[in-house]
């Protein structure tokens, strides 16, 4: 069973910086891969929003929301979102998923969500 477990929600202040993590696990087999990685948001009475995808050969996308601001990134079998610059409307619950390669399959999975609130 594969699972994605998010961590670095946290309350800051404008202006300030915040890594999310989101580490990709397996019980009783190998992770072989990540692809079509990802981060998205989802505030209060709002859609969700992707803001940041990440390839397998490492090309990247951004909503022009958190353009020049968030860097998506991955080290082995973790997705990172470093968020620089926080503003207040960049509060919500932020979600990473993934396409993860195991021995036996291939499928999307998303983390559980972590709250990310910017306030003064």
């Known amino acids: 069973q594969v699972q994605l477990v998010q961590s670095g929600g946290a309350l800051v202040q404008p202006g300030e910086s915040l890594r999310l993590s989101c580490a990709a696990s397996a019980t009783s087999e190998s992770i072989f891969g990540l692809y079509a990685m990802g981060w998205s948001r989802q505030a209060p009475g709002k859609q969700r929003e992707r803001v940041a995808t990440?390839?397998?050969?490492?090309s990247t996308t951004y909503a022009d929301s958190v353009k020049g601001r968030f860097t998506i990134s991955r080290e082995k079998h973790t997705i990172y979102l470093q968020m620089d610059n926080l503003k207040v409307e960049d509060t919500a619950v932020y979600y990473c998923n993934a396409e993860v390669r195991t021995e036996t399959d291939l499928a999307d999975h998303w983390g559980q969500g972590t709250q990310v609130t910017v306030s003064s």
């Open positions: 990440l390839t397998s050969t490492g």
